[in-house]
């Protein structure tokens, strides 16, 4: 079975400070790797994903993310957060095509 | 532009009651899905549908169930709601070979008393 781990259910940081928010994941097999973003009161959408290739990952609104497959790890980070940066952020794992889990989530609130 | 929608944002029913929840994709996809959202629990499959007439389990099914009559439509039926189902139900669509790139609705807020 596979898992994702979401260490921090809170961040708090400063506007225009740099932010990690960590994610774990753990599977026997070759993973896909996701991170949404739900605004409030939105819906999730995909933020960026990893299938293959390139461990450094881009996605939208200048966010990035990090493969590391020995340390099984997909930390999401932004050199510089701004206040509409505000959500709830969510590290995802699937198998190929089967079905996608979720990680319990972590709070970005960017302080002004 | 993907769009999914769902029937209702709040949604408040007594226990005991069957209660509909709503859902229509504009994409032509062929897969659907259910989730509750729970703080502390994230994102929690309830069931999802990979074509008409067709549905599969997820991790939570008990106490749901499902109907899928139409490609663009799923719905999630409780039969008989219990505070214990007080939740945000989120509803997605994805094509076939992008499950992962799942398209979201706002969600309802189901609040039953």
């Known amino acids: 079975a596979q898992s994702v781990t979401q260490l921090d259910s809170q961040v708090p940081v400063f506007e225009e400070a740099p932010v990690e928010l960590r994610c774990n994941y753990s599977?026997?097999?070759?993973?896909?790797l996701f991170w949404y973003v739900q605004y409030p009161n939105q819906g999730l959408q995909l933020l960026l994903k990893?299938?293959?290739?390139?461990?450094l990952v881009k996605g939208i609104n200048g966010f990035e993310a990090e493969f590391n497959k020995s340390q099984t790890s997909f930390h999401l980070r932004k050199p510089s957060v701004h206040i509409s940066d505000t959500a709830e952020y969510f590290c995802?794992?699937?198998?190929?095509?089967?079905?996608?889990?979720f990680g319990t989530g972590t709070k970005l609130q960017v302080i002004p | 532009d993907v769009k999914v929608t769902q029937s209702s944002r709040y949604l408040v029913k007594r226990t005991g009651e069957k209660v509909f929840l709503e859902c229509v994709q504009d994409?032509?996809?062929?897969?659907m899905f259910w989730y509750r959202q729970d703080p502390g629990l994230g994102l929690r499959l309830i069931y999802f549908?990979?074509?008409?007439?067709?549905?599969e389990k997820g991790d939570i099914p008990e106490g749901y169930s499902v109907s899928r009559e139409k490609k663009e439509r799923f719905s999630l039926i409780l039969e008989s709601a219990s505070t214990n189902q007080t939740s945000m139900y989120l509803c997605?669509?994805?094509?076939?070979?992008?499950?992962?790139?799942?398209?979201f609705g706002p969600g309802t807020r189901l609040t039953v008393t």
């Open positions: 997605a669509s994805s094509p076939p070979d992008r499950t992962y790139e799942q398209y």
């Open positions: 599977s026997s097999v070759s993973v896909y």
């Open positions: 990893y299938l293959s290739g390139s461990t």
């Open positions: 995802a794992v699937s198998r190929g095509y089967q079905k996608v889990t």
């Open positions: 994409m032509d996809h062929e897969n």
């Open positions: 549908s990979y074509d008409v007439k067709m549905k």
